[in-house]
């Protein structure tokens, strides 16, 4: 306890100076988190956020926060219009702790100055309401933890008014496999070969003349289908997916192998575990997404590939998604293991796309062909010879930053696929 004190008491006035309150600088490795803050504006209102790693809220706190899955979030309001904001803590985490609590979990053993010395360290650094006219304030709530990526939702009110923020934050610390494709922070393809498409016709035939499939490395044999398109971006579409749970996927390296492993022989979950390589436009999957069950057996996965493609300014990702349902023994696979995929693929694909109908960003959806069918009778086969079938459609989600109901989400394209007009059979939303 005497040892975790002093780290407190040594992080204490670094920490005030990073929620306003001193004159001196801390250490510029202890701004690191600022330095990649997201900022939003509305109206009078302006907001910065940034999650903390690891070690950044152990360098701040004095103590190792994640270990206890505590992760802090830092915010700052500038407010400009002529009455006091609130943030409502909830919007970020509907299961935040307050400053109280989680100094509680570090109470072991000491004195009642040091328990007290705690405590008041949480309490100083913790954001504090309102926000004044005319005033800035920082401070920080505590959320649970997530590796990679965090979606940060910033919920202010005040008398007659209210404003919400949604950010997409990265934290650093999980080595991803977008973080090896930098797809985030270059461009791919040069801005001469990027084709902005506004009409629908053209771009159904665009996304239509895609390759049907993934392939292996060496391109000379096909494998998942191709059948999903997102449109959209860090401030629309990726918010979407980590709103309804969705995480991010460790590279392959030997300490992931390892969790995959020990995941597999205790049945655990493990939620960010690697994906095989895929391979579209001569490279890997620039990123993928899961949302995993209890065990590292089963859980919805997807690889997108970012394209040259834009529809409407927005960028254009071509994907494939399956559902894993179990772990076999492979020779297809260098670890000599591989999850079995449900072959119903259609299935994975529906029920992306009516979780993204709960996201409340997703503003149209469609169907293009350019798969092909595979009917049950006759299924295809991806590369590591899981057989699966399907109607042939890639499925077109396109979002928004602004928030839209389930009676306000359009369906578009589609045109020459049902003979209904457009509509799916039965349906006008998925």
């Known amino acids: ?22 004159s001196q600088p801390p250490p510029t490795t202890s701004l690191d988190y600022k330095s990649r803050a997201v900022t939003r504006s509305d109206g009078g209102l302006r907001v910065s956020t940034a999650v903390l790693s690891a070690a950044e809220s152990e360098a701040v706190y004095g103590v190792p926060l994640a270990k206890t899955s505590i992760q802090p979030v830092w915010v700052e309001i500038k407010n400009r219009e002529d009455r006091a904001y609130y943030l409502l803590s909830p919007g970020l985490d509907p299961n935040f702790f307050p400053a109280s609590e989680a100094a509680e979990a570090f109470f072991s053993g000491g004195t009642q ?33 997530d590796e990679g990526f965090k979606f940060v939702n910033l919920d202010l009110v005040a008398d007659g008014r209210s404003r919400h923020f949604s950010v997409l934050a990265i934290v650093p610390g999980l080595r991803t496999d977008y973080h090896i494709s930098e797809v985030f922070r270059q461009g791919i393809y040069p801005p001469e070969d990027i084709v902005n498409y506004t009409d629908d016709a053209s771009f159904q035939a665009a996304l239509e003349a895609l390759p049907c499939c993934v392939t292996n490395e060496e391109g000379s044999r096909n494998g998942d289908p191709l059948n999903l398109v997102i449109v959209g971006g860090l401030d629309d579409a990726f918010p979407a997916f980590a709103r309804r749970g969705w995480r991010g996927t460790e590279e392959k390296w030997s300490g992931s192998i390892m969790k995959m492993v020990n995941s ?42 970012l394209s040259p493609m834009q529809y409407h300014g927005k960028k254009v990702w071509v994907g494939q998604i399956s559902r894993d349902i179990g ?21 994975a694909r529906s029920a992306l796309t009516q979780d ?6 997703l503003a149209k959806f469609g ?3 350019g798969v092909g069918a595979a009917p049950k009778s006759a299924p295809r086969e991806n590369l590591t010879t899981d057989p699966y079938y399907t109607d042939g459609l890639r499925c ?9 109901s389930l009676a306000q989400i359009e369906f578009f394209l589609s045109k020459g696929i049902y003979e209904n007009g457009g509509q799916p059979p039965g349906r006008g939303k998925p």
């Open 264 to 305: 597999a022989l205790a049945g655990e979950r493990y939620p960010y575990a690697p994906v095989s390589d895929l391979y579209l436009f001569g490279r890997a999957q620039d990123l993928a997404l899961q949302k995993a069950r209890d065990n590292v057996h089963q859980r919805n996965h997807l690889r997108l590939w």
């Open 327 to 347: 772990s076999r023994l492979t020779l297809h696979s260098a670890t000599l293991t591989t999850h079995k995929i449900d072959p119903d693929v259609d299935e």
């Open 113 to 145: 100055d040091e328990r007290t010395a705690l405590d008041r360290h949480f309490r100083r650094l913790a954001f504090r309401n309102p926000v004044a006219p005319g005033a800035t304030t920082s401070g920080f709530v505590l959320t649970n933890l």
């Open 1 to 22: 306890m005497h040892r975790m004190v002093k780290h407190v008491l040594a992080a204490t006035a670094t920490a005030a100076a990073l929620v306003g309150c001193a």
């Open 367 to 369: 169907f293009v062909k």
């Open 396 to 404: 077109v989600l396109v979002f928004d930053h602004l928030h839209t």
């Open 356 to 361: 993204m109908a709960y996201s409340v960003t």
